[in-house]
């Protein structure tokens, strides 16, 4: 180290010595972080990111909106507290959109979401969806009778092909992947037409659904190909426009003959719109609260699944609480706190003897109980938990045993299992060597001699344990405490499996919705508030016992 002319410290590098020190420090740094990046990133990628997904998933409401997307624009012009049903442009978007969900098979997708919000709205959709073509063919029958042209794919190949229209395709594949979640890239072989595009909007929409469909997801050739019914549908949404007739009638393009021949027996084409066939296909598409239904849930934010999470549901008149009958998940999480304290009482209470005859008795004798104490570990929950199902139940081992020594009648056998006393003793066996554990930690610390000590100044052994003891083996407790009731709180497989229908969880309904119902947005809000509420926990205890003082021992 030394001084330049200017009074600067030099390292022996010839540096300054701060710019060296800091440049010192920096690579430790950096060694450091190379050294738990590893961990870091598991944590992240295991951990982070699964929370942030299911934070994400509780509020996502993608389905209704990348479905239905020309239904929702046009539905959100509807005023819902007239009563009456919306208008036909609402239908007429209803029909492009459901017809192209029912080709990719998103409407029982699109179903099944709506269903989770008004029972019936599923099969709505299922038996709509097989009357789509019956719909379409209203269309397509008589205008291959006016002319013979319009049963030819190649004929409307050739009248929908064009140039300038780019941008409406790549807007109708932008749709297409907004709703499979698929990339729909490739080479469509057809643009349509700019001109025909904007005298036949609806036509040249529903064919380039076709047509992306037909070359991307078939692979066929779109000119081969005849269009589907909801083509010849939209033409004729197209023909019930006045400005539309008068452009065909100034139209000198390929299918021009046709489409003026179209024009000139108008009358043959249905006069019915299409709300009145989708009427006929379900009257439910009449009613108000299925229009109301759907646009509430429009929106790709949604507080619904958090709402239903707490027995609330979102109506277009605001929230609201759901029907008695209905209302199970605010019980659901009182039931699970409330077991998850018994199960740590009783941890405490069993656990706590346990773990004083460990930290007091001879080494050798202390380690061969400690392995009694692991040995459940050694054995999968699966099993352990099925042992007691064994043990519980009525012809079981325990019920036996009662009724050989009198205690219980034959005709009185206990109900242990199937119910939350099941549970509860389970879950107290399972989860009993996390008390244990940390409990013994902090009492291997506590010195004998302050007991002895504490005797010796005329002390009772209840008053040397309760003031000299027992408030050295606290943070032990506190440890214990807030492993096993997170643990109780989150666990499935043993309230599932001894638990019944009083005995299960908040964990067991989540599981439900992820495995059966398939409602991750409800499960995924379920797991959330339950996450906030072990926070919260967390946060209280830290607040009035001071996390500073839980500790494993040492």
Not at 223 to 228: H, R
């Amino acid at each position: 180290m030394s001084e330049s002319t200017d009074g600067v410290v030099l390292a022996a590098d010839g540096r300054p010595l701060k710019q060296s020190l800091r440049r010192a420090l920096m690579r430790q740094k950096m060694r450091a972080l190379m050294l738990v990046a590893p961990l870091l990133i598991f944590v992240v990628v295991t951990f982070i990111v699964p929370i942030i997904s299911m934070l994400f998933r509780s509020v996502e409401n993608d389905i209704v909106p990348n479905t239905l997307p020309g239904t929702v624009v046009e539905l959100a012009e509807w005023d819902g507290s007239t009563g009456v049903p919306p208008e036909e442009g609402v239908f007429r978007n209803l029909y492009i959109d459901l017809f192209k969900a029912e080709e990719a098979k998103q409407h029982t997708r699109l179903g099944t979401r709506l269903n989770y919000e008004k029972t019936g709205l599923s099969s709505l959709m299922r038996t709509t969806g097989r009357g789509l073509d019956d719909i379409g063919e209203e269309w397509q029958d008589p205008l291959e009778d006016i002319d013979a042209n319009f049963k030819d794919g190649a004929f409307w190949f050739d009248m929908m092909s064009g140039s300038g229209g780019e941008e409406l395709l790549e807007e109708r594949r932008d749709l297409w992947v907004a709703m499979t979640g698929e990339s729909m890239a490739g080479d469509v072989g057809f643009v349509p037409s700019a001109e025909v595009a904007n005298m036949l909007p609806w036509t040249a929409r529903a064919y380039a659904d076709f047509a992306i469909w037909t070359a991307i997801a078939d692979e066929d050739e779109v000119a081969k190909e005849d269009p589907w019914e909801a083509v010849y549908g939209a033409l004729g949404m197209d023909l019930t426009n006045p400005a539309t007739i008068s452009a065909i009638a100034s139209y000198n393009g390929s299918g021009a003959d046709a489409l003026k021949t179209a024009v000139a027996n108008i009358d043959q084409l249905p006069k019915q719109g299409f709300r009145e066939f989708f009427a006929a296909e379900n009257e439910d598409w009449l009613s108000p609260e299925v229009w109301a239904t759907i646009k509430l849930y429009s929106d790709r934010i949604t507080s619904g699944y958090f709402l239903n999470a707490v027995d609330l549901q979102l109506t277009p008149e605001g929230v609201e609480l759901k029907p008695d009958n209905e209302q199970i998940y605010t019980q659901l999480f009182m039931r699970t706190l409330y077991m998850a304290l018994i199960i740590t009482a009783s941890c405490i209470l069993l656990g706590y003897p346990v773990a004083w005859l460990l930290a007091n008795l001879p080494m050798r004798t202390a380690s061969l109980l400690m392995i009694l104490v692991l040995l459940p570990f050694w054995t999968s929950l699966l099993v352990r938990t099925s042992a007691w199902k064994v043990l519980l139940q009525q012809q079981g081992v325990i019920n036996e045993i009662l009724v050989w020594l009198g205690f219980v009648n034959d005709a009185d056998r206990l109900i242990l299992m199937n119910n939350a006393t099941g549970t509860v003793i389970a879950m107290t066996h399972i989860l009993l060597p996390f008390m244990i554990l940390p409990l013994y930690s902090v009492m291997k610390t506590i010195p004998p001699s302050y007991l002895r000590a504490a005797k010796s100044l005329g002390a009772t052994n209840w008053t040397a344990f309760w003031r000299v003891y027992f408030p050295q083996s606290v943070p032990g407790i506190g440890a214990g405490s807030i492993l096993v009731f997170i643990l109780a709180i989150g666990y499935y497989i043993t309230p599932e499996i001894v638990g019944g229908t009083s005995g299960v969880f908040i964990s067991n309904r989540i599981a439900y919705h992820i495995s059966s119902s398939l409602n991750w947005g409800l499960a995924a809000a379920l797991g959330s508030i339950l996450l906030i509420v072990v926070l919260g926990l967390y946060w209280c205890y830290d607040k009035i016992v001071g996390i500073d003082n839980v500790k494993l021992g040492g």
